[in-house]
């Protein structure tokens, strides 16, 4: 028996393959891979209303490898925040649903992304603010592994540390492949652990498709001291897709009809 | 209007796996240049496929090299290895390569006139990726650098000739690239061009239509239509935007009453701002309508539909010109 997130998790990546199969287009490999993670953060971890998406009190979630969009969305969806019938409206014209999400159009978003490497420094900001404050909400931030290439990314890293923000926490969706080629093949930054925690961050690595643990880890619990913390979530691109997990070919490849029609009957088979 | 949304697009699969038989005009041209010269090599900040460099990486591995998603870091690289005497070309999407890292351009590329060739993809509107992926001031950002040379090609089959020109010049080089999306029509065809002198496509005598790269195909299009109407209309190809043939825009306002500029980008600081200043400090007479994305951030969205939208296709051309006659 699955766990009520992972029903949700499997729902969630059913709608999102049916978007990107409709859209004709989409980032279903990065998806795949994300949506456990954006699961156990909307449907556990994260204090957030979708009648009040603007609390001040909020969490606060930036999704930095922002081409995975629309596994954002269906989560958005499915939390409430967006009316469901509007998933099938991605990339449409005159849609709120673009490619990358976009802050001032679609309740939750906390800011625009899309371009690499923009994420953290934000998520940066908006953890010191609310040090400021002296507001107890959280701000998390999921960059790509292959993002983490940006050179912005370590300067704000270095910025965290030294400002002690442990009301913030970065996860890496680690599923070693990028847009092109295998990280390994790339420019490898792996393993991650060793160097966050040189720049002073405390670190946990963890299997990003185990609902058990992904919640654990980000709990506030496990949150340490005037340390900015760092997850990193050892996942797969593809998840729960034979024939697209690891494979670097499905970054932005989107299935032809036998391709979707095998990928859902696998995504149904473990549906309960 | 959905039937059309991949049009352009980088996503779609023909595009990114050489599938279908899609010519790879650039790809094919870096790896014949590089044969022909061993200055030449390749850098990559990954979309290796997007940018056609899958081909030289494929074909001559020794001459490609990847740094990795770090457009800024690609830069300085490729200034390095230019001022040891090699000739790179660095490659991303436009946006990235251009408004990302314009700090390193200006002082490693641009002041020390480094011999790096900067090969950019998805101009302007030509992506349904949205706002973040369309690069609609990198011309103004590249045209407000001394030493930069800025070449659109008209067309896929003007990009060899653009990367050939790109070589023989020993500087600084911005190329906007935009890749095939199927086929060649015979009526898509251009004749090769020569850096620095504008192209006329169509000849005419009540309106010059001054464009560069996928506004091309509007301005031709729109041409027929005016002269359908009675109104005489050329087209120009303005495929080096820097430096400007500053000569022929100047002749084309004194022999026609309107110049309307085409260019798929911001109205400010592109195309039309160059051809404005020109119109300007020659007192050359004619009106001037420029037609572009008009000071906004447009949305994703497919090429057609985003042309329509901000009243930048063929049928948008016609209406100015009407409008302003
Ligand atoms: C600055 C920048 N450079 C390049 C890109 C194009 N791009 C989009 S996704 C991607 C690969 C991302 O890989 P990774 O961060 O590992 O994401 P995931 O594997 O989760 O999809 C690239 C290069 C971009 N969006 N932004
Ligand atoms: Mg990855």
Redesign the pocket.
Known sequence: MASNLEQIANWIRRRDLQSVYEAGAG?V??EM??IDILTALYFRILSVNPEQPQDPDRDRLVLS????ANALYVVLAKRGFIPQDEISTFLKPMSRLNGHPNRTKVPGIETNT????HGLPVAVGMAKAAKLDKAAWRTFVI??????Q?GSNWEAIMAAAQFGLDNLTLII?H?R???GAR?LDTNNLAPFAPKLEAFGWAVEEIDGHDMDAICAALSSETVVKGKPKCVVAHTN?GQGISFMSDNVAW?HKVPDSVQYEQAMKELEGTAS | MSGSLHLGDFTSAANVYGAGGMPRYYGDALVASAASDPRVVALG???SAPTETDVIRDAMPDRFFMVG?Q?ANLIGVASGMAKMGDIPFAN??SV?LTR?CYDQIAMQVAYPKANVKLAGFLPGLSTLLGV??QAIDDIALMRALPNMTIIEPGGPDQIVPAVKAAIEIDGPVYLRLQRADRPLQKDQTLPPFELGKAQTLKDGADVAIVASGLMIGQARQAATKLSKRGISTAVVNLHTIKPLDRNAITQWARRCQLIVTAENHSIIGGLGSAVAEVLAEENAGARLVRVGLKDRFAEGGSLPYLLQKYRMSADAIVEAVVEAS
């Open positions: 980032h490999g990065g891979s994300v490898k922002g081409h995975t899309g371009p690499l490497g960059t790509g592994d292959g993002e983490m940006e969706d599923n492949l990028q847009q990280l691109k970054h | 900040a990954d979309l998603i457009e991303s999407f990235f990302r973040s992926h």
